[in-house]
């Protein structure tokens, strides 16, 4: 494959006619040591016995058989013509693509541009583009993923998951970037959620184009305890997809996806920057805890919940000990609030099922920590369900990787199941780059992979999934568990371990 270099494409050139564009492009052939000096007769000369206009506004003069010889090394020169040049039958040339080639190597150059030459939409944009990276990725193919209005579908009149999901499907599949099986496979498939009632479905077959499509209901709602503030449906066919992927992982981004307009979330994804509308609540996820704090996360078990009395029990534990203690609804995504104040405490609207996260500074920060831990296991003066929660409590130190599980829980597997956890030391954690990296060791193996973050205590998905494991939020420091199956899981698990403690390229 050529290696076209940004130092060959030349925007906004100007030639009045067909000789002087292939002049400028016979100058930079042979100053870039392509050719010896003289190409240029051959190039005109080939012009004379038959056109190379292509169409679609593009031409690619080159030699003739007897000025190969000439060829030092093969090269290509780009130059566009915003103005156009007359090509001769009335063809007008944009875009021309000058080759010096000592074999047929230019039918590999012609194949690799093969997107180029066949899209007429592209043509176009190469026509006028005056980024000369874009350009150069847009002529390779690697157009960044660009999303419109007409991806985004706001104030749907629904409260299910499964509509949503299914809104943004069928506008993936009007744009043609999703097949039925995509349809399928990413109605079946559980969403994942990102974090402040945003949620992620996406498919490992049918990905036809890199689209993303995002429905937000006219308010949240809950789902099995979650709240639903949005969802987002991603079609990645490669790794362009990447950028886009990133940025949902920022703040800024999530707070206008839940509160902005349809252009403030097109500009958001398409990485322009415009200011975040006020953000009503923080997650867990973006707020900064001290080092040395004791942090513990519950599920309340309270069948109603945390109304007026539980929270009064709760307050009154958390007021015995020498700690400055916030409480925050990780279910609900809301900001840490003084868990000395019942007013506070019951405005969470904590249900049964829901996550409570708790940080203590101070001097009786874990043993106050570990009494709530015990009071709300044993229903903080209420009856409380016998169902046992589906995510563990758990008690740890801010900045320590040991965390202790007041409820030792943990999910079936199958026999054969092969497990490996292990830490990410990428510095920047793992964004798109590394993830992309992952995956593709993840792929080599015959064997079904698994994967979660144990410190963002996240459930088990697809390592096969790029948007799965940017979900993930994995940080530098955090430790990830794989679970292998299948004939080649315990070669996955050590070829996915050497690949992280190499630092999955970076």
Request: hydrophobic share 45%; aromatic share 4%.
């Amino acid at each position: 494959m050529f290696n076209l270099s940004e130092s060959n494409i030349h925007l906004s050139a100007r030639a009045a006619n067909k000789q002087e564009a292939i002049e400028q492009a016979a100058t930079a052939l042979e100053q870039a040591g392509y050719v010896e000096q003289g190409y240029l007769q051959g190039m005109l000369d080939r012009e004379l016995q038959t056109s190379t206009f292509l169409g679609n506004g593009i031409a690619i003069p080159h030699g003739t058989l007897e000025t190969r010889a000439m060829v030092k090394n093969t090269g290509v020169q780009i130059f566009q013509f915003p103005q156009g040049v007359e090509w001769g039958e009335g063809n007008i040339a944009y875009l021309v693509i000058a080759i010096a080639a000592r074999s047929d190597e230019h039918l590999a150059l012609l194949r690799q541009l093969t997107h180029v030459l066949g899209d007429e939409e592209v043509a176009q944009k190469l026509a006028t583009l005056q980024d000369v990276k874009q350009f150069h990725k847009l002529l390779n193919g690697q157009e960044e993923v660009k999303i419109s209005a007409q991806n985004i579908s706001l104030n749907v009149d629904s409260t299910s998951l499964l509509t949503l999901t299914a809104v943004n499907a069928g506008q993936l599949q009007q744009q043609g970037a999703v097949d039925r099986q995509f349809i399928a496979e990413v109605i079946a498939n559980a969403a994942l959620p990102l974090g402040k009632g945003l949620w992620l479905t996406d498919s490992l077959s049918g990905n036809l184009k890199n689209a993303l499509a995002f429905s937000r209901p006219k308010a949240p709602f809950e789902h099995n305890g979650k709240s639903i503030g949005g969802v987002l449906t991603i079609a990645a066919k490669d790794e362009q997809i990447n950028s886009v992927l990133a940025r949902l992982l920022e703040t800024r981004v999530q707070d206008i996806l839940l509160q902005g307009d349809d252009a403030q979330i097109v500009a958001a994804l398409n990485g322009e920057q415009q200011s975040a509308p006020q953000a009503q609540a923080n997650t867990s996820e973006t707020v900064a805890v001290p080092v040395g704090a004791v942090i513990g996360t519950f599920t309340l078990r309270n069948e109603h919940g945390l109304h007026a009395r539980p929270s009064a029990a709760l307050v009154n534990i958390v007021k015995q000990f020498n700690a400055k203690i916030t409480i925050e609804n990780i279910t609900r995504g809301t900001a840490p609030v003084s868990a000395k104040s019942l007013m506070k405490i019951v405005a969470l609207g904590v249900t049964q099922g829901h996550r409570l996260r708790f940080v203590a500074e101070g001097d009786d920060a874990r043993a106050a920590i570990e009494a709530i831990g015990r009071e709300i296991a044993a229903g903080l003066g209420e009856a409380v369900s016998a169902a046992a929660p589906q995510q563990p409590d758990s008690i740890e130190e801010s900045g320590s990787a040991q965390m202790q599980m007041a409820v030792d829980e943990k999910e079936e597997l199958p026999a054969d199941s092969v497990e490996g956890v292990f830490v990410i030391l990428n510095e920047h954690g793992l964004h798109a780059r590394p993830s992309a990296l992952l995956v593709n060791e993840v792929k080599k193996y015959n064997a079904s992979v698994a994967v979660q973050n144990l410190d963002r205590e996240s459930q088990l998905v697809s390592a096969k999934s790029l948007m799965k494991i940017v979900a993930l939020g994995a940080v530098k420091g955090h430790r990830l568990r794989f679970v292998a199956t299948g004939e080649e899981a315990q070669k996955a698990i050590e070829g996915i371990g050497a690949a992280i403690a190499a630092g999955l390229g970076e």
